[in-house]
């Protein structure tokens, strides 16, 4: 059984918010738009986003790491908001593992995000009809749109490839193969809702230069100090106080 | 409602448009969907040579700029009566407004063409805007890289004859180090973005020195906190450590840069510093003649540089057979690194001596063990074959954050020669050329030199900008005065390559070096984020004199957005959006070469302009034909373009030269490039071709540019450059000593004014040297101990949308922020209304705590801040009550004169603004203060042809719905 979807780097994703947008540009005019924005050009603007970014530091001077994390919803594997929806608007696509809301059947009572741990959900206020990421389902099937970019806006967008885009459950894809050797992680474990999307984690490389590193015999400036053989020396040696 | 595959093509009819991203000065290729004429996606086009298919926050909200209610749509006159800045106007036709402007600027030019002064803001357009100057005929024009980063282009292209910028960058295909000091994501930043993944990807060490650990330093491997503008320090260090390790790369030294030549050392003569030659030169121009004198090892005497079978001595002290006292170069910089310990550096930097001879270590060793061996032939300038190209894969890359200090332009020499001495400089995996560059040191484009340069309806004499190599190339006045209103070429800022945008209300309105009619100014914004002191030019912008005339009488502004510049205009012209123009990112300017050979791009419109927006290129293009300036007009005094396209098609820089504003799809046919007649179709063979034209050249030409036969021939063959000689590394600048030379009276040439003599003779010191900050050597730093310096945000790097519907909910405000230590020093908590303040000013805003600043510096997100109204923002939006501008607090002038006249806060060779100098010390606000930023400015509203409906809610649906769109 396919189970799509992002694995995303943290240890190349600078936090550009490419994907913030591009998902909102592709989203807003796309199948699960509109996304709106309050007060756009007022004070407090708010508007709906499938996918932020988020940023905290951790530890502390000199020590600070600043990281980047781009969240959207993680299509789950055992999805806390599909089963409290009391309408049947919250289904995950048996083919293909994407968590969707059908804003046809959804009447807003919230039950959805209350139930999921990770914050994806967002209510759009204005259609009253809960919103998130839907892994690009118009992009990704769209056969207009040429192979090699029928992956979610986000993905395409990112300058860094931060986000991979695949089938989790085949063991040989991109998205398998990194999670396997580079120790992705799912969000919250402990709360059983297997979440398809992962995280690869920050490496960290280090050089270590040894003392002797530093020594060599064609170190450049012994060209510059004579150390050829020299005239006599003056003072007193052996030769002049000693016959054997 | 299901989800379908093709849900997507039952709205409205859809179309695809290739064009280039101006959300910022990166400029990617990218791919337009349009739905029913709107726009419904921009994404990046994966054909393009630049992005490779990514975007970035900016360029994927293009939509909302061009859908922005600060959209202004026809040109408007300052109403009778009102002030500037009440931002009263009222709108005008176009043939008003060009007949107001064609009456003005005629008779400027029929008497003194100086007194129009053409300042722009993002230079992308400079081919056209400095051409249409020169034409006018007068030397006051420059665009903003003189407030931006000029510091880096100057310091580093009189180095090494390129630079950072849109002129070079870091390999880090092939690096194993990168090394990024200060902030530096500004430019190139999709592509940088790319490498830097791949580059970690691949397992190589990513060091960050940068005083704050965010934007692309959040991802590095090790993250150094320095101090702010004292990276000199540092770098000066680091490179001391090397050579008294030996890790510096020998061959590449005496080879390829000045290095081992020979360096009168005879105090008494008026050589002194000067290398010492054989002979004159047949020709002189603006190349390096091959007649300096290395020391050979063999003969234990001097013989001419690159003599066949000579081993040069590096370090050294001798005495010519004439007796002359000479030094090598090398040795002269080893001396002057004597005292640049890493112990001394600590003092000055924050950063422990250990750390700073481990980095020593760690880049030195890298370049030596991991060394990359490119199995390429090639020849070199002197004629020498090499079965391969060697590399020592350690790049680095920095930008503002050194070059925006006043001690900026040493700083990037220390820099420059710290990567010669790594023997980095065009190699794989160390700093590559980008064409045009590399260019003779310094090119050859020279400023007028004489006053009499700029005549009555006559185009100026020389270039308005360039590069001088001697006192002589200063653009100045018998009396040594300067010639252009922002002193730029002369003694106070002599190699000021990119003019003082900063200075020109400033010194216009006081009259000194004298009064101008008419400032026109292209995207730029003058009155707020863009000068050093906001409120002092806005209050100059509106002074009189007594008779009630302004003091700068004339004032257009041109831009695709309302501003608190276009506020202060007395004509304003409505720009088109990068989506409405035509464009090109041309070779004569900033073209978007690639390391493996020159690249050009175009735009092409993908809407229509709104309302009666006009390209600021056809403005130019109309004006230039009605005042018949020769380049735009036939023999007959005719209109020579049609408009912009026909322009850039059948323009030549000469007529017959084959060279234009693009290089790709020349020749009648469209079978040429670099250089071919002109070819009626070029537009056409763009737009098939990614709109991107991208010559890659044979390998062998690839590397070592300066010095490389094989690519300095075929770069002459194409007229790229004039001279097919060597560009040897500038380790020792004679051309710094020339006019330290003058202005110790040593020579003949022109001498600085009496009251300059020390500056100029301080300031250009042919070897790199530390001093601190001129500012902060002029401030009482027990009161004002703190730096405090702006970064931008990544979804606002180099853009200018911050009023963007999206983007600004990612920023809608700015934070100071701050170490916690400071926070409880002196009582405040995170999130807490603070001040900060410096000698010059003092700004309320909101601090955040952060462990990621070093603690005796404080930092904000620049430009996010705005008057309260402008950007077709509501009076009320967080941009101006919690966001501030940290310009207030920052001096165009330094407290001391010279000889009673004002100085710039500015670098003292180049004339960079030093924006990251000031210090400040901050305290918490009473609580009975208002919570709001101060200080305020009287809102203003929309302008006529704005959108003034503002929608409380945006559902953004492209072609369908449009009823409910902004862009109704
Ligand atoms: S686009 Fe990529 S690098 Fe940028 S924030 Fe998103 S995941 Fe990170
Ligand atoms: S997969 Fe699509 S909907 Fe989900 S975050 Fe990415 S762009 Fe947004
Ligand atoms: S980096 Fe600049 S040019 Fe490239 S997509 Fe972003 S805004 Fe556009």
Redesign the pocket.
């Known amino acids: 059984m396919t189970q799509l979807a992002l694995v995303?780097d943290l240890n190349?994703?600078?936090?550009?918010?490419?994907?913030?947008t591009?998902c909102k540009e592709w989203n807003t005019s796309g199948i699960a738009g509109y996304l709106s924005d309050d007060n756009p050009y007022g004070a407090e603007p708010t508007g709906t986003f499938f996918n932020r970014?988020q940023t905290f530091e951790v530890g502390q001077y000199p020590d600070t790491q600043t990281v980047?994390f781009?969240k959207s919803c993680l299509h789950c594997e055992e999805p806390p908001c599909v089963p409290v929806c009391p309408t049947g608007a919250s289904y995950k696509r048996p083919e293909d593992g994407i968590v969707l809301v059908d804003y046809d059947k959804c009447i807003g009572c919230k039950y959805c995000s209350w139930a999921c741990p990770y914050g994806a959900r967002e209510l759009d206020e204005h259609q009253k009809v809960m919103k998130k990421c839907t892994l690009c389902v118009d992009r990704i099937y769209d056969e207009s749109i040429p192979k090699t970019e029928r992956k979610p806006a986000?993905v395409n967008?990112?300058?860094?490839s931060?986000?991979l885009f695949g089938d989790v459950h085949d063991s040989e894809s991109e998205v398998s193969r990194a999670i396997r050797e580079q120790g992705g992680y799912a969000l919250m474990p402990e709360w059983g809702t297997k979440p398809a999307n992962h995280y690869l984690p920050r490496r960290r490389i280090e050089v270590t230069i040894h003392d002797d590193e530093l020594v060599r015999v064609d170190n450049p400036l012994k060209k510059e100090i004579d150390v050829g053989p020299s005239g006599p020396v003056r003072e007193q040696t052996l030769d002049d106080i000693t016959s054997w | 409602m299901e989800y379908t595959a093709d849900s997507e093509r039952a709205c409205g009819p859809k179309e695809i448009r290739n064009t280039t991203c101006y959300m910022c000065a990166c400029r990617c290729g990218i791919r337009v969907h349009l739905r029913d004429g709107q726009v419904r996606y921009i994404e990046g086009n994966p054909d393009h040579p630049l992005n490779k298919g990514v975007i970035c926050?900016k360029g994927a909200s293009g939509i909302m700029k061009q859908y922005s209610p600060a959209r202004l749509t026809e040109p408007l006159r300052r109403k009778p009566g009102s002030n500037r800045g009440d931002n009263e106007f009222e709108p005008i036709s176009w043939s008003e407004a060009f007949s107001m402007l064609e009456d003005r600027l005629r008779s400027i030019r029929e008497t003194d063409p100086k007194k129009f002064a053409l300042f722009t803001g993002r230079d992308q357009m400079q081919a056209l805007t400095g051409l249409f100057a020169k034409q006018f005929g007068t030397p006051n024009y420059a665009a903003h890289g003189g407030f931006c980063s000029v510091n880096m282009a100057a310091g580093m292209i009189y180095t090494i004859g390129g630079s950072f910028w849109e002129f070079g960058g870091p390999d880090l295909d092939r690096a194993r180090l990168f090394v990024m000091i200060g902030t530096a994501e500004d430019h190139h930043s999709n592509p940088l973005?790319i490498a830097l993944a791949k580059f970690k990807r691949s397992g190589g060490k990513f060091i960050s020195i940068n005083p704050v650990r965010t934007g692309y330093s959040a991802i590095a491997d090790e993250w150094v906190p320095i101090r702010p503008g004292t990276d000199g320090a540092l770098l000066l260090a680091i490179t001391r450590e090397l050579i008294d390790q030996g890790l510096f790369d020998r061959e590449f030294l005496i080879r390829y840069t000045n290095s081992a030549q020979l360096v009168n050392n005879d105090p008494d003569s008026s050589e002194y510093g000067m290398f010492v030659r054989t002979e004159v030169p047949e020709e002189e121009g603006c190349f390096d003649p091959q007649n300096k004198l290395w020391w050979d090892r063999h003969r234990n005497s001097e013989v001419l540089t690159h003599s066949e079978g000579a081993d040069p001595r590096l370090l050294g002290e001798y005495r010519l057979g004439d007796g002359t006292p000479v030094k090598t170069a090398f040795q002269l910089l080893t001396d002057r690194l004597t005292d640049y310990t890493p112990e001394w550096a600590h003092g000055i930097t924050g950063i422990p001596a250990d750390r700073i001879r481990r980095l020593a270590h760690e880049m030195g060793v890298t370049a030596r063990d991991q060394k990359i061996e490119l199995p390429i032939a090639w020849t070199d300038v002197w004629g020498k074959d090499h079965d391969h190209v060697t590399g020592n894969p350690v790049a680095f890359h920095a930008m503002r954050g050194l070059a925006a200090h006043s001690n900026g332009f040493q700083t990037i020499r220390s820099l420059s020669i710290l990567m010669t001495v790594l023997g980095t400089i065009d190699r794989p995996g160390g700093f590559r050329h980008k064409a045009p560059f590399p260019r003779p040191i310094p090119p050859c484009a020279k400023p007028p030199r004489v006053p009499e340069a700029v005549r009555p309806n006559r185009p100026l004499e020389g270039m308005a900008l360039g590069w001088p190599a001697e006192p002589d190339d200063l653009f100045v006045d018998e009396a040594g005065e300067p010639v252009r209103i922002d002193r730029a070429f002369s003694w106070v800022y002599p190699l000021a390559v990119h003019g003082l945008m900063h200075n020109v209300i400033t010194n216009a309105w006081r009259g000194d070096p004298y009064r101008i009619d008419t400032l026109m100014i292209f995207m730029a914004n003058l009155a707020w984020n863009s000068s050093m002191s906001p409120e002092k030019v806005r209050d100059m912008l509106n002074d009189r004199d007594a008779d009630g005339e302004y003091k700068i009488p004339f004032l257009v502004v041109c831009d695709a957005f309302q501003s608190e510049m276009v506020a202060f205009a007395d004509l304003v012209l409505p720009d088109t959006t990068y989506l409405e123009r035509h464009d090109v990112m041309s070779m004569l300017d900033r073209p978007i070469s690639e390391f493996d050979g020159p690249c050009d791009s175009v735009r092409i419109p993908v809407v229509p302009p709104k309302g009666q927006c006009k390209p600021f290129q056809e403005v130019l293009i109309e004006l230039a034909s009605r005042l018949r300036l020769p380049a735009f007009v036939d023999k007959q005094g005719e209109r020579k373009f049609r408009d912009y396209p026909d322009f850039i098609i059948n323009y030549e820089t000469e007529p017959g030269s084959g060279i234009g504003f693009l290089s790709g799809w020349r020749g009648k046919g469209g079978e040429k490039f670099m250089q071919g007649e002109p070819n009626p179709n070029q537009w056409e063979m763009y737009e098939k071709n990614n709109c991107v034209f991208h010559y890659e050249l044979p390998r062998s030409f690839q590397y070592m540019r300066n010095f490389n036969r094989g690519y300095l021939d075929w770069a002459q063959r194409h007229r790229l450059i004039r001279y097919a000689e060597p560009i040897l590394i500038h380790v020792y600048s004679e051309v710094l000593q020339q006019f330290r030379l003058a202005a110790q009276g040593k020579t003949q040439t022109r001498q600085p004014p009496d009251h300059l003599r020390q500056r100029v003779e301080q300031y250009f010191d042919p070897l790199p040297f530390y001093y601190e900050p001129l500012e902060a050597q002029q401030t009482d730093k027990q009161r004002y101990p703190l730096s405090a310096i702006t970064q931008r945000p990544?979804a606002m790097y180099h853009s200018w949308d911050s009023q963007n519907a999206w983007l600004r909910q990612i920023h809608s405000h700015n934070y100071l922020y701050v170490s916690p230590q400071l926070g409880h020093k002196h009582g405040f908590a995170d999130g807490d209304w603070i001040w900060v303040e410096s000698p010059w000013g003092k700004v309320r805003c909101m601090c955040r705590f952060s462990e990621a600043v070093e603690p005796n510096t404080v930092w904000t997100w620049n430009a996010i801040g705005k008057a309260a109204g402008a950007w077709g923002l509501d009076a009320d939006a967080d941009e101006s009550r919690k966001g501030f501008l940290l310009n207030h607090l920052i001096t165009e002038e330094l407290p001391s004169k010279i000889d009673d006249r004002p100085i710039s806060n500015s670098d003292p060779v180049t004339g960079q603004a030093g924006w990251y100098d000031v210090r400040v010390r901050v305290y918490k606000a009473e609580q009975t203060e208002q919570a709001e930023t101060s200080p305020q400015f009287t809102a203003i509203g929309a302008v006529a042809g704005q959108d003034a409906r503002r929608s409380r809610v945006l559902k953004y649906v492209a072609g369908i719905m449009r009823d409910k769109t902004v862009a109704s």
């Not at chain 1, 190349?12 to 913030?20: I, L, Q």
């Not at chain 1, 967008?157 to 860094?160: L, Q």
């Open positions: 995303i190349v994703c600078v936090g550009c918010h490419a994907c913030v591009s970014v980047h781009p986000c967008a990112c300058p860094t931060a986000r | 926050a973005k990544m």
